[in-house]
Structure formats: C-alpha cells, structure tokens
C-alpha cells in the first residue's frame, strides 16, 4: 500500500528542510524562534512522548489552547504516527467544550490556563468522556508541554511507514443542523492543496507569515501548511492583539499576514510614531496612512475565491479564471465541479443549483457522523450545502449558503444551532433566529421568541442562558417576545417575514436562501 | 484502494475541462482544432475501439510516429484502461526499433508512413514479435487511425476505476549501460509534477503552447501534460520546421514554445517580410531582430533547474533557491533529495555526491528491467547517476553525469551504447567513444577502433555499420584505428588518455565525470 521511494509527509518534509535550508527559523512566537533542526528535534520527542503516552493510529489529540506554534509541531508529531490533531475553538463555551470532547474521546488533550483556563475546566467536568491525558501548554510542572515534549527520546530518526491517505487534522464547521462537525482531512489532502495555494496566494520558501488569525480554522492554518511545506518561516501570535501584531512583523520582518480593518487602523494608532517598522509586509493598499507604514504590493484580485473547510480552503480561485464572467473563477487543477439540481442532475448554465465537488482535496469525512457523511458524500460527490451558478464560459458564481445562515465579522453562525439552544430554556416554546445588518460586523444575530403559556422569561435571561451554552459570538445581542412563530405551509419558520418585521438582512447569498 | 470522491485523472480533468472552458480550442495540428468537447468524444472513442482490439489493464501502445496530438488524445485514452503508451524516438534505426518492439510487445502499434516509413517497416520486419495490431496514423484505410477511431463508441460516458498510481507512459531514456531503457510514469506523477511546472514555467490556462520539440522526451511532453491540465490549448508541428512554426504561431497566436538558435534564426530570415505575425510568443531576449518580432518577456532566469526522465524531468529548480549559492536551485515541495557516496552514506555540504531522490515523482520503474530497478532504487532512494553538491545554503549544483556521456544538441549519447554497436561489427575487436567540441552541436561523436588482427575495416564500413543499427544522430562523425587500446589498471577504457590523443572535450559536467 505505501510505496516508500513515492513517499511525502509533513515529517519527510520537514528532514528535507534541515538540509536544504540549514539554520533556517522555521517558527517564531513569543520572541523564541526554532530553525528546521531544531523542529525536528522537538517532533522526534514528542512523536516518542506520543507513541508512550499509548497514542496510535487514528487516535485524537486535542489542542484546548490559542493560537502557538505548537499546533504546528504537534500536527506534524501526530501525523507521523497516523493518528489525529484537532485544533479547538478557544471562543467555545464549557457546554460545548464537553460536547466536542465527548465527541473525540481525545487520548492526548493539551489545554491552556491564561485567559480560557476556567471554561476549559468546567468543560471538562461537564463532559463523560473521562479519559485522555491532560497536559498543560503553559505550565512548567511535571504535566506541561514542556516537560512531556522532553521525556521524548530525540534520536529515533522516525521512518516508519505512515499512510498519508488518512485523517492527520480535525477541523469543526458547519452546524448546519444544530450541532458543529469535524472534518477529517488527510496529509494527501493538506499537501495537494499546498501546490495551488503557494502560486495562487504567492507563497513561496521566502515568505516570513504573521499567523493572526485562529489556527482552528482553514483560513489561517492553510497558510502556515502551506509556507511549511514551501520552506518558509511561521511567526505566530496567541491571539489578534495590535501590539503583539506590531512587534512581531517588526522583529520577524514579515511579508504576508491577514488582518480586518478593525486591527489595521489600531496598528495605525499604535504606531503613529513610527517605533514599528513593519514596512516588510507586503499588503493590500488600505488608508494612505497604512500605506505608508507597509510595502504595498500590487493586487490582481481581491476575490479570494470559493471553498469551504470540508475541500481544504479553497476550490474555485479566481486566478483560473482571469476575465471569465463569474468573479470567483473555476475549479483548481485538483478539483472537479458541478451545479446540481435535488436530485443530482447537471443544471443548465446560468441556472442556480448546489455546488458539488470531486477530488482529492475533499475530506475523508467528519468525524463520527456516518449518516451525515453518506448524504454530503452522495453518488460520488461532495454535496457543499452551497448555491452556485456556472456562467456561459464555465466560471463560477457563488450565491450563497443553500440553508439560512448569518455572517458575524469572519465567523459563520447557524441559526439552527442557536435555535437548538434557546428552545432548552425552560420557558421557551419557540423559537427563530435571524441576522441583523450591522455596520461592522456584517450582521448581528437577534432571536425571535415564544415563551410557553405561564412561563416568563426576560431578553437577559435568554442571552445569558446561551451565553452559558454556546460560544459567546453566536449568543443574540437582542431578543424579541411573540405570540407565536409565523410558519410557512411546509411548517418551517417564516424567516423571510421575520426579517420584514424585525429588520433582517445582509445575509451572505442575498435573498437566493431557500430555508 | 480506489476512493471515487478523491479521484483525479487525465479524464476526469478532461471531463471537467469540458465543462469550466466551454468551446474552447484542446489541440490544433495542421489546419485542425479541437474543443475539449470534441476531444473527450474522440477520447470516448479510442477507449471503446482499444478495448474491443483487446487492450486490457499494463497492456502497451506503441507511437511509432512524429509529433501529433494524437500522441495525447491516446495517451488520456490508454490511461482510462490502465494501459500505457509509448511514444518512440522516430530518430531510431531499424535495429533499435526492432529491440523496442520486443521489449514493450505492444498490444496496438500507430505507425507513420511519410519520411519514417522504411525504417519502420524494416524494424517490424527484424523484430521477433510479430504481434500486436497495426494501424496505419498517416493512412486513409481500413487499418488507419481515424478508422479505428471511428469505429469505437462515443457515448460510453466512462466512469470505471482506474489506479492512477500504475503506469501510464513510457519513455525510452538512459543507455548507460548499452541499451535504452523504458522510464514507466504514472497518471499521479505526471498530475503532480504538472502543479510545479505551472507556477515554475509560467504555464496557466491562457497558455497558447506550440510543441516543436519531440514527444519522446520529456522536454516538450511535460509541458504539453501541464498546458492539458491547466486548461490551455496545446498547438502542434510534426516536426521542427521554421514555416510550419512561423505559420502555427500566427494562426493560433502561440504565447508559448521553446527553440534552439538555430531555428530562431531560420524563422527571421524567412519572415523578413514579416508575413507572419509571431508577436504573441512571450520570447526569451534573442538577437535584436528576433525581439522586434515577439513579445519580449523579462526572464527571471535562464537555468532550466535539474531532473532527469525518471524523476519526470524537473526535481530541483533555481525558483526554489533565488539568490542560493547552487545556481540549480532546491528540490521542488514534490521531492526530496540527498547527495551519497557509493555505500549511500551522505556526503557533507561541499562535498561532491550521487544525487539521490524520493518522492511522488519518481517513475514506477524501468519497463522490464528488475535488476537495473533494483539497483537504481536500492535503500529506497532513486538513484540518479549524476554527481552534484549541496552548497552551505543547502542549494544544489549539479556536476554531470556519474558515467561518461556526450551531448550532440538535446541529444544525449552514450559512449556504451554506440561502443557496444561497433564492437559487434566482425572486423573489430575493441573499441572507445570519445567526444569532440563542435561549435554548433557541442560535441560529436569520434569512435577508437582496434582491429582484429588480420581483418580490415574502413572508417566508411564503421559508420556504416551503425548508420544501420543505432539512431543517425549516435553515429560516429569520424573514426580513428589503433594497434591496442589504453586501459586504466581498473581494465576500464582509458578515456582521458584518448581525450589527450584525439582531442576529446567540452563533456557535460567537465572533468568530473568518474570513468
């Protein structure tokens, strides 16, 4: 099955970068910075530490923890023994926390104490799954990173045979129906996707990438995959904080980050005396003040193209379609597409159906949900839960999510899972959930609803109790009380006259949502 | 072992191109363009008519003919049954021929009939293997190409399994030990290896490629297999000819081809009238006449990178190592690379080595050669024959070939191959290769010849001999007759003496090579 002399993974990888760029950093956070050999090194022991801590193929470690360049050497670790790393959403709430444990019965956890110590721990109390051991990311005692990372043996120079085909990253999305799923993604998959982002997102050994953004989603981790495996260095910060962001492109001299206008215009400030240089990043023209502070780099396009965690990111990119009629391009040479009706059939150009892709930048499945995986994975085909539209010369149009969903600065929120929520307060009957327009986040989620005959409940009491559930982005910033939930003939809520009435709007898609 | 949802092939890209790149033109050759739509009918075709002539899964299809972008259309076609196509070198003589024959046993055998046509036949003819169904590519009958073609289906919609792991083609490459031998490469190596060429080479889907070069080498072919799968449209000449090539690129407005000197300069004088609009070929600076006449591009560099055809032509390129002491450059993201001294043992940083690679791109194997496969892949690492040096900064450059070798244009000899030819001659009783400077071509061919006592051989009879055995272009230019031939204490050939004595030079990587 594993044909050695073809063989390439994150770890053979990694030993061709200590000889090919000797002394090179490979990674750099907090002001310590690890060249290639000495990141080998790190792997080496904890590939041990993790092979005598009983971890083997298929297993799950769990990063309860921010962002760190950690994640990196462990995803790295993990994989060389087949088993599996999922990156945490730190922003979760301890219900979920306890959920998503339960879900992975993780044999490794790593958890972080500063500023997210106290939900982890009631997450971990909530949750049934009582096994797994548990190592603290910043501790220093007996049961810290550290000190579990040095109990490995350095010198095992690895080659063991690892199946490059199966799952080595969990990433959690879409809670299309209530509750949040982790994509399995395989070596194969996150290296194939590697060549066409490097080209398409200009990345190449000489990139020096600030990682800002959660590395528990595809956005930000695909990068830093991607300047890996291209020889570059990964500057991390723990989390979006315009002082960290400052100094580390001042120190590292990095090229290439990403960051909301929001962080660019607080660096702005920060830096008005100019005690930053972070002219080496190469950035997209913004205010003529930023401009002055960054080398700004021409743009072909600020179309970043359509994909979703479950194909890797990114699947349709602009850059394959220069000129063509729908702005979001068509499919990457690793990818195969099609606009399908209810039942699988090809749409006619111009005609609006579900984006449906092939290839092997679609993910083994998520984890544990062989129903699910069976329907997304129909005759064939990965089924995106997304509408689209080929134009006349073949290029894509993306419309929208096919089932309502609201857009909170970057994050998506599903109005199912925040419905599922609310309807366990006790007082509750009913319950709907629409977007908001906000000037600075897109949208903000406002809940509609219906308490049960004798019950009472007031707008905080439903906040906090979400606020108790759910991570706290998704909770509502409003509440409104009804005497009842309109209902379309089919029995679904009616969104489209709750948005009338309670002012919704500036949904990602538009109006082309079916439900 | 095959995963439906994960599947990427020549077919499936072609069925996808069909649907991303609407009416637009695959190939054009002579006057003739195809769409991607024609082209996957043509390809559905050749599939049902090669199946019905019996080709099954590692069966072999020989290309006995010039360029044509049927070598293409058969190749995507051969690969949807497991089978694999052969283009041959149209140069060879009829011995040569006739050994390839025998050593591939091809199922089906297209073969040309202008300008090759004897030799062909006289090959046919000396060959022990009399099967195989031949099909004539230039003719108009019952047994022509476009016949057969004709006689498969179009509509067999094609969605079988295939291993695109398995051999797809074969290329005939390196006698280093006295006879070619068949580079087997599979659909997944050649998928790969494209997604470096595209960004390297500058290749994309507005790519208007002329393929002037010989598809029997992976110089030309590669290209074309990256201009497929990118989506650009591949435009071909049956052989390097400056009118054709002028009168291509006008009528396709080519953006892309590659060109010796030579040809450049026959395509100004005939266009001094400028009847030819070549202006779209993105050109590499030439001489000012040249410049005037295409789309002058600013090159980034001039070195090509190294590879060979077992590693699917380019394995380290200089734009992985920009300002790096190697002028080479590093490995591509797809390989990885040591330098070894003969117990595989690596040299340090420095120090001249065999050049070793692992990794998706290198070839299955020689076709029917398990000792030479096993020697060349021996401690999981495909072994090169060619001498380099990893430089402080890890970057390569490449020395030259481990054995000795000449270089007469693109062409490689080995002084082996042409040795072992003569020697069969019955006058002869030894005899050395030595190569010569030529100003044009870099080297020719000078052959050292003992007698055997009492026999006598002009230097005609010697030529003559391998103008009927071995390719023309191998075949020695002059021949010089010696009472004993000088050995080294080792009783290889003293080719140093020789060079010294006959005034042997300008060698591909110097005075290095070994023996």
Same mark, same amino acid.
């Given at each position: 099955?594993?044909?050695?002399?073809?063989?390439?993974?994150?770890?053979?990888?990694?030993?061709?970068?200590?000889?090919?760029?000797?002394?090179?950093?490979?990674?750099?956070?907090?002001?310590?910075?690890?060249?290639?050999?000495?990141?080998? @090194?790190? =792997?080496?022991?904890? %590939?041990? /530490?993790?092979?005598?801590?009983?971890?083997?193929? &298929?297993? *799950?470690? $769990?990063?309860?923890?921010?962002?760190?360049?950690?994640?990196?050497?462990?995803?790295?670790?993990?994989?060389?023994?087949?088993?599996?790393?999922?990156?945490?959403?730190?922003?979760?709430?301890?219900?979920?926390?306890?959920?998503?444990?339960?879900?992975?019965?993780?044999?490794?956890?790593?958890?972080?104490? @500063?500023? =997210?110590?106290?939900? %982890?721990? /009631?997450?971990?109390?909530?949750?049934?799954?009582? &096994?797994? *051991?548990? $190592?603290?990311?910043?501790?220093?005692?007996?049961?810290?990173?550290?000190?579990?990372?040095?109990?490995?043996?350095?010198?095992?120079?690895?080659?063991?045979?690892?199946?490059?085909?199966?799952?080595?990253?969990?990433?959690?999305?879409?809670?299309?129906?209530?509750?949040?799923?982790?994509?399995?993604?395989?070596?194969?998959?996150?290296?194939?996707?590697?060549?066409?982002?490097?080209?398409?997102?200009?990345?190449?050994?000489?990139?020096?990438?600030?990682?800002?953004?959660?590395?528990?989603?595809?956005?930000?981790?695909?990068?830093?995959?991607?300047?890996?495996?291209?020889?570059?260095?990964?500057?991390?910060?723990?989390?979006?904080?315009?002082?960290?962001?400052?100094?580390?492109?001042?120190?590292?001299?990095?090229?290439?980050?990403?960051?909301?206008?929001?962080?660019?215009?607080?660096?702005?400030?920060?830096?008005?005396?100019?005690?930053?240089?972070?002219?080496?990043?190469?950035?997209?023209?913004?205010?003529?003040?930023?401009?002055?502070?960054?080398?700004?780099?021409?743009?072909?396009?600020?179309?970043?193209?359509?994909?979703?965690?479950?194909?890797?990111?990114?699947?349709?990119?602009?850059?394959?379609?220069?000129?063509?009629?729908?702005?979001?391009?068509?499919?990457?040479?690793?990818?195969?597409?099609?606009?399908?009706?209810?039942?699988?059939?090809?749409?006619?150009?111009?005609?609006?159906?579900?984006?449906?892709?092939?290839?092997?930048?679609?993910?083994?499945?998520?984890?544990?949900?062989?129903?699910?995986?069976?329907?997304?994975?129909?005759?064939?085909?990965?089924?995106?839960?997304?509408?689209?539209?080929?134009?006349?010369?073949?290029?894509?149009?993306?419309?929208?999510?096919?089932?309502?969903?609201?857009?909170?600065?970057?994050?998506?929120?599903?109005?199912?899972?925040?419905?599922?929520?609310?309807?366990?307060?006790?007082?509750?009957?009913?319950?709907?959930?629409?977007?908001?327009?906000?000037?600075?986040?897109?949208?903000?989620?406002?809940?509609?609803?219906?308490?049960?005959?004798?019950?009472?409940?007031?707008?905080?009491?439903?906040?906090?109790?979400?606020?108790?559930?759910?991570?706290?982005?998704?909770?509502?910033?409003?509440?409104?009380?009804?005497?009842?939930?309109?209902?379309?003939?089919?029995?679904?809520?009616?969104?489209?006259?709750?948005?009338?009435?309670?002012?919704?709007?500036?949904?990602?898609?538009?109006?082309?949502?079916?439900?």
């Amino acid at each position: 099955m594993f044909d050695t002399i073809r063989h390439l993974s994150f770890y053979t990888i990694l030993e061709e970068h200590v000889r090919s760029y000797p002394g090179k950093i490979a990674h750099a956070f907090g002001g310590q910075s690890t060249t290639f050999a000495q990141l080998l @090194e790190r =792997v080496d022991r904890l %590939i041990d /530490a993790l092979e005598t801590s009983g971890v083997v193929a &298929g297993d *799950r470690i $769990l990063w309860l923890g921010q962002n760190s360049d950690r994640i990196m050497e462990l995803l790295i670790a993990a994989s060389q023994l087949d088993a599996m790393l999922c990156p945490s959403n730190w922003r979760q709430s301890k219900t979920e926390l306890a959920a998503q444990i339960d879900d992975l019965e993780p044999k490794v956890i790593f958890w972080q104490n @500063e500023e =997210v110590g106290p939900e %982890i721990r /009631a997450g971990r109390e909530l949750a049934s799954f009582k &096994g797994g *051991r548990w $190592l603290q990311h910043d501790g220093d005692g007996e049961d810290s990173y550290e000190s579990f990372l040095a109990s490995g043996r350095a010198d095992r120079n690895d080659h063991r045979e690892v199946d490059t085909r199966a799952g080595a990253l969990i990433i959690y999305t879409a809670a299309f129906d209530g509750r949040p799923n982790g994509a399995v993604l395989s070596q194969n998959t996150i290296l194939l996707e590697n060549l066409v982002l490097a080209p398409t997102q200009r990345i190449s050994n000489e990139t020096v990438f600030l990682a800002v953004g959660p590395l528990f989603h595809l956005g930000t981790l695909m990068q830093c995959l991607t300047v890996f495996h291209l020889g570059g260095t990964n500057v991390f910060v723990r989390r979006s904080d315009a002082q960290s962001i400052a100094q580390s492109i001042h120190d590292h001299k990095c090229t290439r980050t990403w960051l909301v206008s929001k962080t660019m215009d607080e660096i702005i400030e920060l830096n008005h005396d100019r005690r930053y240089d972070i002219s080496s990043l190469r950035s997209i023209p913004y205010t003529e003040e930023w401009n002055r502070m960054v080398t700004v780099e021409p743009v072909e396009t600020h179309v970043p193209g359509y994909g979703q965690t479950e194909v890797m990111g990114l699947a349709v990119l602009p850059q394959y379609g220069r000129h063509a009629i729908g702005i979001f391009g068509r499919p990457s040479p690793l990818c195969h597409m099609r606009i399908v009706d209810s039942e699988d059939r090809d749409v006619e150009p111009g005609q609006v159906g579900e984006i449906v892709f092939r290839g092997p930048i679609v993910m083994n499945g998520y984890w544990r949900r062989p129903e699910l995986n069976a329907q997304r994975h129909r005759n064939g085909w990965h089924h995106t839960n997304d509408l689209g539209r080929r134009e006349a010369d073949g290029s894509l149009t993306f419309i929208g999510p096919k089932v309502q969903m609201i857009k909170s600065g970057v994050e998506n929120i599903y109005p199912a899972e925040v419905e599922a929520c609310i309807r366990r307060h006790p007082a509750v009957a009913d319950c709907g959930i629409i977007g908001v327009p906000h000037p600075q986040w897109i949208q903000t989620v406002k809940a509609i609803v219906v308490l049960k005959p004798g019950s009472e409940a007031t707008e905080k009491d439903i906040v906090e109790h979400c606020r108790a559930q759910i991570a706290s982005y998704k909770k509502p910033s409003s509440v409104e009380f009804r005497e009842d939930m309109p209902r379309l003939a089919s029995g679904g809520v009616n969104y489209k006259l709750l948005d009338e009435i309670y002012g919704g709007g500036n949904y990602p898609g538009g109006e082309t949502r079916t439900s």
